[in-house]
Every structure is written in C-alpha cells, then in structure tokens.
C-alpha cells in the first residue's frame, strides 16, 4: 500500500543532543510537510517542501532544520533538542483531495 | 485570538447518539474546510472535505459549512465505539492540498 512511513515511532534524545526523524513516502507527492503537535494543541506546521524548493515558517525555531535529498525523503534535524521541543513531530504528503499523514514520532527530551 | 478555534471537549457519548463537533475562525479568505480524525499513537486521517459553504454527506458522517457565521461542523450518527478519537478541522485558502490551519481538536469517547 501506498503510504507515508516515520522512524522512529519514538525518540528519546537529551537535552542537546542532535536528533534526526525521518519520513518517506511511496505515493510519489510533490509536497510534503512537517508539523509539530503538542498534547491537546493543534499541529503547528514547521515547515514544507514543494519538490526541492524549501519554505520556512516564520515562527519556526532555527533550532529546527529539514532536508529532502529526493522524491521519497524527507528529514527533519533538531539541532539542540530542549524540554520544550518533546511534542508529537507529523510528517505529510499531500495531493488535490487533503493529506496523507505518517503515524509520527513522539519525542521525548530527558 | 487563533485563527481556527475548536471546542476543546473532551466528549463522551453512549453509542448511537449524535454528536455535533464545531469549529469557528476569523479569516473570512479561507476556502476549504476539513475534518480529520486521529486516533491515539497514530497520525491524523481525511474524513471529509467540503469547498465554501454547503453541506456534505458521506454514510454516517455530515459537514456543514456556513461562511457567513465563518462557522463549520461536523455531525456523526449512530456513533459507534470506533468513533471514539480525536476530531481535528482544518482550513485552507487554497487547496486541499495547501498548507492547512488546523483547529486544536476534539476528544470523543463512545461509551457501549
């Protein structure tokens, strides 16, 4: 089945530590995105992709970086992970008709 | 004041009632209006989408969109103990595909 696929479905970093998630989809989509969800708050996109071409929010930390070397990768770096930063991290895809969304990675920073 | 607000909740239902899920927001430029449903531990799933206002029926499932009160639900009948996630709607200028705004979501519990 088509899908989009996150590793690991959790992540306990350090308080620091470089972490790195990682998304890959088998559907082939132009876009893809990352979004941030914290316990009983509403997905917060980070940032997206359209093919190659990079957006930031604006409100995204620095401390928050992506890359996608093809069609089917997609990373997200957290360069220096804080307490703030544990959250639920949604990858998506997304063609004409809504979003295909991974399962996530729930982090933990200790 | 947020761009999308939802009720909060959490809501508990014995099976078979109706639940009404609502949301409200403040850009009058958005254009198309989603429901998605996440389970625990899992990603969040498409339900339904409707473009401006209207309505839209799919099996046990009805969207409602009034642009004019910038207000938009979602019914379920018969709801079922499978029905028992969280609810998020999402808005869009542009796209079903475009970049989403999303409500904070609403916790149903259906209770046998």
């Known amino acids: 089945d088509a899908m989009v696929i996150q590793n690991p479905r959790y992540q306990v970093t350090q308080f620091g530590k470089p972490v790195t998630l990682s998304c890959s989809q088998t559907?082939?989509?132009?876009?893809m995105y990352w979004y941030q969800q914290k316990s009983s708050q509403a997905p917060k996109l980070l940032f997206h992709?359209?093919?190659?071409?990079?957006?930031n929010e604006a409100d995204t930390p620095d401390n928050f970086q992506s890359r996608r070397p093809n069609t089917s990768f997609c990373f997200l770096d957290i360069r220096s992970p804080g307490l703030g930063d544990a959250a639920m991290y949604l990858c998506?895809?997304?063609?004409?008709?809504?979003?295909?969304f991974g399962s996530g990675t729930r982090l933990t920073v200790v | 004041q947020k761009e999308v607000e939802q009720d909060p909740g959490p809501l508990s239902v014995p099976e078979g009632a109706i639940v009404s899920l609502n949301c409200t927001y403040s850009?009058?430029?958005?254009?198309?209006f989603m429901w998605y449903r996440q389970y625990s531990r899992k990603g969040p799933e498409l339900l339904m989408y409707?473009?401006?206002?209207g309505n839209k029926e799919d099996g046990r499932f009805t969207a409602q969109v009034d642009k004019s009160s910038k207000y938009i639900s979602l019914f379920i009948r018969d709801s079922q103990p499978s029905d028992s996630a969280t609810y998020l709607c999402a808005m869009s200028l542009t796209g079903t595909a475009s970049k989403l705004t999303f409500g904070t979501g609403t916790r149903l519990q259906v209770t046998l």
């Open positions: 992709y359209y093919d190659k071409d990079f957006n």
């Open positions: 409707t473009y401006s206002s």
């Open positions: 850009n009058s430029a958005f254009q198309y």
């Open positions: 559907l082939n989509h132009n876009v």
């Open positions: 998506a895809t997304s063609r004409e008709g809504g979003y295909t």
